[in-house]
Structures are given as structure tokens and as C-alpha cells.
């Protein structure tokens, strides 16, 4: 047993090491998505919290960048380097639950062949140090089950506080441990020990920054994100695009594993009654309040990436469960075989796709707005124009066109959205006498013009219409217009919808 460990480390680490330098060099050569492109300008003014979501996307794409500078490698560099660590995580984990160290080498490798790990740690966004941390959650809380020492407690605090810098998710944390203490009548002793909420307190003091920072501006992110648990209307539209989509980001042979895995733990088949038990608290707690929110939103892909640690050690599960007989373990044994090969294709796939349109014939695709092919050439046209009118600063109404603005003008241009300001809240204030010269409104060609804009400066001109296009594709057409002379002021400083929602509510009728 304890040569074929030796023997199986190596091969596991080898081939996680050949999936992170394939991320690498996929992160390398695709442009940005806007929301990329949103972080970066957060890492370039860290702070406890932002509109949207904790820091931590912000920390790691600042080391990034100081690594490999203010490009698309810089920005992603750190976050899939992260799925070392995670890696690592997951396979002591499943080491720890299933008392088999084939059982961890499968579960690391199905991790990292899915799209969510490979699309989660290429494209940066708060799910990628998210799933990082769920993966030392769940290890945290398998020495906790392993050693049944109390300090292990302070670990998982650690965990679940790193979790809760990425997003506001891991909230949830809270009811998957207490469900799985519940669950296990010889663990329901913690409930009676220091040691869980010791580990609370180190959670609650790694979460303080992101407090701190809604205190000192009106709670807005806490409202923005916890308010979308409200429910206005329910619909099953969403549901049916949730489970065909998780489908294809664990990808096919590991979601029918990882269901095959879970079946198995919960027919008791699969290990010792609190390892089982773990697997299903940190994954159907998430899993289902995410069934929940599709009722009445959508829920993006990414969004359940936090239950994917538990998931492998499921699918880990069903690959070397003796249950299986005749056709099932044909299943197994196929899934098995083609999920690495099927998963590194897919991304293969997925990166050549969002990069040239290829494989639809040069059509367009669902990722062809969110990911800013074409944008170098496009902003270097917009640079052309700003040098020849003179103008000082660039507008654009939305926060995605104002970030890549910012990342593919010339470093230290003057881009600035005229609303939305809360988003830019903790960025220092443009230079006023930049916005009262002459300035560039870049946005969408509109059917009924700019009509708002015309009304507001007393120079209205448009220059010039420019493609953003991947190959023979127009992915859109952006309308710049010269602006000069402002009737009032440039910035609206309205508080964002969250606050005046709060407001009216505490007014009453």
C-alpha cells in the first residue's frame, strides 16, 4: 500500500502540474472578459470590499500583476497557480475520508479535468479562490474527523474566513458544519466544546475587513448580494438551464460519476457514516439553496463552484465502489477512461472557440460579447481618435466597456463611467479639470442615437463608428462621440439602487 502511493503521488502531481501549464498558456494567449478586465482595476486600489464582492479576486490578481505585469497572464497568474494548493486539498482529503490513496489520486485528477477548474481558475472571478478555499474547508474538517484534535477548528475558521474574503457563499458554510455535526451522534460533542467557535472567531476576524468596509459605506454590498435570495415570482425557466449546464462544466463523464458517487454515499456504501456525511454536508447545503435561487433567477455556471471539492471525492467514489455490476461498470470504467482525455479536450475547445469563432464557422457564440476579443484593435482605434480630437477623458456608460477601456488604452488614460459611481468608490476621484474639456463618449451604436447625451452638452459630435470583431465576425459596432462643454455635472453621484430601495423602505408608504 505504501509503495503504491509513492508510486501514484508523482503521477497525480505530474499531471495536475501538465493541466495548470496548459491554464497557463490558455490565460496567456485569450483576451480578457469585462469582468476580468472590472477586477483588474479593483486590484489597482485594494481595499476591505467593494459593490460587488469581497477582496480577495483583487489580492490575487495584484500579486499577478507584480509577477507578470498588467497583462491577460498577469491578471490570471495567481489564480490558476491556486490549483496547486487546491489540489493538494483535496487529495488529503479523500485520503483522510475514503482510507485509500486511489481513491485521492482519482479525486484530484476528475477536479482538475472539469471546466469548472479549468474555466473557474483561467477566467478570474471570486469563484476561483472560492474553490480554493472549499477544498481546505473540506480538509480542515477531515483532520477535525481524522485527529480529533480542537485546534484543527482554528484551520477550518481560516478556511471558511478565506472562503468568505472570495464570497459571500460561503456563508453557507455555517449550516453544512452544523448539519454535518447534526448528522454524526459521536461528533455532536463539538457542539459543547470551545474549539468550533474559536475557529468561528478566527473565521469572523478574517472576515472583519469586508465588515468594516460596509459599515463605512452604507452596507451596499451586503445588500446587493444577500438580496438576491429575495424572492419576487417563481418560474422553473431556470432550473432547466441549470443542471444541462452543470452538466458541461463538470463535464459529462465526471457528472455522471459524481452522480453515480453520490448515490453511493448515500446508500451507505461508501465509507465509515462521517465521511459520508461530510461529502453531503458540504455539497447538497449549497447545491440545493442554489436549486432554490434558479426558481426565480439565473444561476451563472460558476456560481456552484464551491461544491465541486466534495463532488470529486463522489465521483472518486463511484470509480473504485465494488458495487457496480455488468452495464454500470462499463459506465464507471468509460467515464473513467475518457474523463481526463474528454475534459482537456473541452478546453481545448473552449479556448480556440473564444479566440477565433472556428468551430461555428466564424458565428457568433455566447462567449463572444463577455470576452474581449478584438478589443486591443479596437481600443487602439479609440486612441487614434482621442489624440486627433484632443480629448482629455473617455466615457462609457457601463462598467464592463469602462474596464477594458482601462486595461487596453495606454496605462494611466482617463477613463471614467459617468454613473454607477459606488462601483469606482474606493479608486481616487478623475482630475475635474480633465472632465471639463473635451471629451470621447464611447458606447454601442443605439437605434435612436444618443439623444440623452446630446441634450447635456452644448458640443455634440460624432466622429466615428468602430467594429470590435473576431475574424470576419462584428461582434458590435461602437459609436464615439465628441463631447465638449457639460450643461451640469459630468458625475452622477445617485446612491445605487440598493441604497434607494433601503431608503424608501424605511420611509414606508
Known sequence: MIRARVREVPAVALIV?????????????????????????????????????????????????LIAGDTELGVRLVAVLLGLPMSYAVYGAARILSGSSRVAASATILLNVTLMVS????????????????????????????????????????????????????????????????????????????????????????????????????????????????????????????????????????????????YVLARRDGGAAPARRLVGALFWPITLYFVWHSLHARVEANWLGPVYPPFAVAAATAVHSPRWRGGTQRVVAFCRRWAAPGGVVLLLALVVQANTGLLTGYRRDTSVRSIGVGWPQLAAGIEAVRQRTGAACVLAPDYGTVSWLMFYLP???????????????????????????????????????????????????????????RGPLTIETYEIDLLDGARGAVLDRSPPPELQSSRALARGP
Not at 468594516?212 to 444577500?226: A, C, E, G, P, T
Not at 474639456?437 to 446630446?454: S, Y
Open 17 to 65: 502540474v501538465a493541466l495548470v501549464l496548459l491554464r497557463l498558456v490558455a490565460a496567456a494567449v485569450t483576451p480578457l472578459t469585462f469582468d476580468e478586465a472590472y477586477y483588474w482595476t479593483w486590484s489597482k486600489h485594494l481595499a476591505g470590499g467593494y459593490y460587488d464582492h469581497p477582496p480577495m479576486v483583487a489580492v490575487i490578481i495584484r500579486l499577478g500583476t
Open 119 to 262: 474555466v473557474g481558475t483561467l477566467i478570474v472571478t471570486p469563484d476561483a479562490p472560492l474553490m480554493v478555499a472549499a477544498a481546505f474547508v473540506l480538509f480542515t474538517l477531515a483532520k477535525v474527523l481524522d485527529t480529533g484534535q480542537g485546534g484543527w477548528w482554528l484551520a477550518v475558521g481560516l478556511a471558511v474566513g478565506a472562503a468568505l474574503l472570495s464570497k459571500y457563499t460561503a456563508l453557507l458554510y455555517g449550516l453544512s458544519i452544523l448539519v454535518w455535526l447534526l448528522a454524526v451522534p459521536k461528533l455532536r460533542k463539538w457542539l459543547w466544546s470551545p474549539w468550533p467557535y474559536l475557529g468561528g472567531i478566527v473565521a469572523f476576524a478574517v472576515f472583519a475587513p469586508v465588515i468594516l468596509w460596509n459599515q463605512h459605506h452604507q452596507w451596499v454590498s451586503f445588500i446587493k448580494q444577500l438580496g438576491r435570495a429575495r424572492v419576487e415570482g417563481l418560474t422553473l425557466r431556470f432550473v432547466g438551464e441549470m443542471i444541462p449546464t452543470q452538466f458541461v462544466f463538470a463535464t459529462p463523464a465526471v457528472f455522471i460519476l459524481g452522480a453515480m458517487g453520490l
Open 411 to 469: 496605462k494611466d488614460s482617463c477613463v471614467v463611467q459617468p454613473s454607477q459611481r459606488i462601483r469606482w468608490v474606493n479608486a481616487p476621484e478623475p482630475d475635474p479639470a480633465l472632465l471639463a474639456g473635451k471629451l470621447l463618449f464611447v458606447d454601442e451604436v443605439r437605434p435612436n442615437g444618443q439623444a440623452a447625451l446630446k441634450a447635456a452638452y452644448t458640443h455634440f459630435e460624432k466622429v466615428v463608428e468602430l467594429p470590435r470583431t
